[in-house]
């Protein structure tokens, strides 16, 4: 006769062989990959996290296509260059959609739509977005103004260092209320916020200065920000009511399939501040580290600058192709700090094959970035800053096909302020390695370059001080 305690194990040893026996089923009918633990998948393995690192040392066993299974979800992950451009060009249409099949997220603006609805938004966006003149001289003016403002302020920030003009002020100590290091360590997001995003979509500075704290400080992400919009609906529609954006979202009403509304016009606001802010500050952030950790590269920049264009000129998005050095080093700086691991969470729409593997329709697709811009078969040395990766032989500017911190494909969720992100990036890196000469402040030797997981792949808090030149 068993006693309670056997049946129990029995119980238990049963239902673990079943669950385990159900995942070898299941994954018959995807890429290889490591074996799933009944009821957790891979999360074990993975310290329930995607971590690059973990996804480098599977891929190196199972293959550039795996399949991580979250629980009982599975993941087919695409590592390296050319698993990643296979999977989002070739079948660019077929796992283009969001998580919202996976029934995940409410289906609203761009990032969590799908089919007409994320056609129509992510259309009205860009066709926004150039109005408004992202891409031409109209943006160039607003970024030379943006950049400068930025100047001023770290010149007029010299308070702190007693002796020296020459000492600029460490840049988290701008007035930060709270002693908090990370809001500390936000402040330097949080200002080049206001001052890019106020300009570009002409709306009054608290409300972007209020949102961004919102946004940043309470970790209002995703769906929090949608509770954000409709609990506040009134206040924040009063507001978008009198704003170009808003005005021109109403024009295009009439169409019997529109999908412009209120909530998809905020979430869409949402979405454009949160894929919008973060990505370009943070790797501003980065920049202006590297700059400290590599001078002789800080120099050469700032040679090229006073050679080409001299010490009081405007920058704008176009002098890159004067400036070809610089350019790389911009390019570098992307490739290298590589702040965004995995490109959104995409979902196969139908059945397809992807480098001879079947992919059921619903399977989430995850493209590693990291795993692009570090390919060692498309680098020559993927592990070092080396702004040489962008430069032939004489110094000319070189595209590269691997360098995707965007993603890629023309239309596929590409990422949608490409363009504005660049023209951000070369404006003000330019104008601030015109103005100053960073370096690390006194008595201070090593910096952490170890990124910091979050949404974007964070330096960790530093100091440097801004010289003028
Ligand atoms: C350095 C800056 C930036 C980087 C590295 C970056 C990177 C990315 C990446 C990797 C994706 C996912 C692409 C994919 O899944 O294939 C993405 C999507 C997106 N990005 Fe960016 N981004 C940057 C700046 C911006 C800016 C300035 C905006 C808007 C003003 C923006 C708006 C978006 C939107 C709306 C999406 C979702 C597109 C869709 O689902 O159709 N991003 N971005």
Partial sequence: MLTVSEVLVFFVVSLLLIEFLKFQWMRRRFPPGPTPYPFFGNLLQMNFKVHHEHLKKMAKIHGNIFTLWFSNT????LQ??????????????????????????QEKS???????????????????????????????????????????????????????????????????PQQDHRIRNSCLVLYIYIYMY???????????????VLLHLSKFYCHN??????EKKKWFTSFVHHNFLFNSYLQTKGDAHATYDEVNLMQTLVDLFIAGTET??????????????????????????????????????????????????????????????????RASMKDTDLMGY?????????????????????????????????????GNFVNREAFLPFGIGKWHRVCMGELLARMELFVVFSTLLQAFTFTLPEGVKEVNTKFVFGSTMKPPPYQLCAIPR
């Fill in 280 to 345: 370009t500050a943070t790797t501003l952030m980065w920049a202006l580290l590297y700059m400290v950790i590599y001078p002789e590269i800080q120099e050469k920049v700032q040679k090229e600058l006073d050679a080409v264009v001299g010490c009081s000129h405007v920058f704008c998005y176009e002098d890159r192709k004067k400036l070809p050095y610089t350019n790389a080093v911009i390019h570098e700086i992307q490739r290298y700090s590589n702040i965004i691991l995995i490109a959104l969470p």
């Fill in 225 to 230: 920000a949608s509770y954000f919009c409709v």
């Fill in 74 to 77: 599975p993941a087919v992950v």
């Fill in 110 to 176: 761009v990032m969590f739509s799908n089919g007409h609805l994320w056609k129509q938004q992510r259309r009205f966006g860009i066709a926004t977005m150039r109005k408004m003149g992202v891409g031409k001289k109209d943006q160039d003016y607003l970024l030379q103004e943006v950049a400068a403002d930025l100047v001023e302020y770290l010149q007029e920030t010299n308070g702190t260092a007693e002796s020296q003009k020459s000492v600029c002020a460490t840049w988290w100590k701008c007035e930060t």
């Fill in 198 to 212: 106020v300009k570009l979509y002409n709306i009054p500075v608290y409300i972007y200065w209020s949102l961004s």
């Fill in 80 to 105: 390296g260059f050319h698993a990643v451009k296979e999977g989002l060009t070739a079948h660019a249409e077929d796992v283009a959609g969001s998580l919202k099949v996976l029934n995940l997220h």
């Fill in 358 to 394: 079947h992919i059921p329709k619903n399977t989430i697709v995850l493209a590693n970035i990291d795993s692009v811009l570090a390919d060692p078969e498309k680098w020559e040395t993927p592990d070092q800053f080396n702004p040489g990766h962008f430069l032939d032989e004489d």
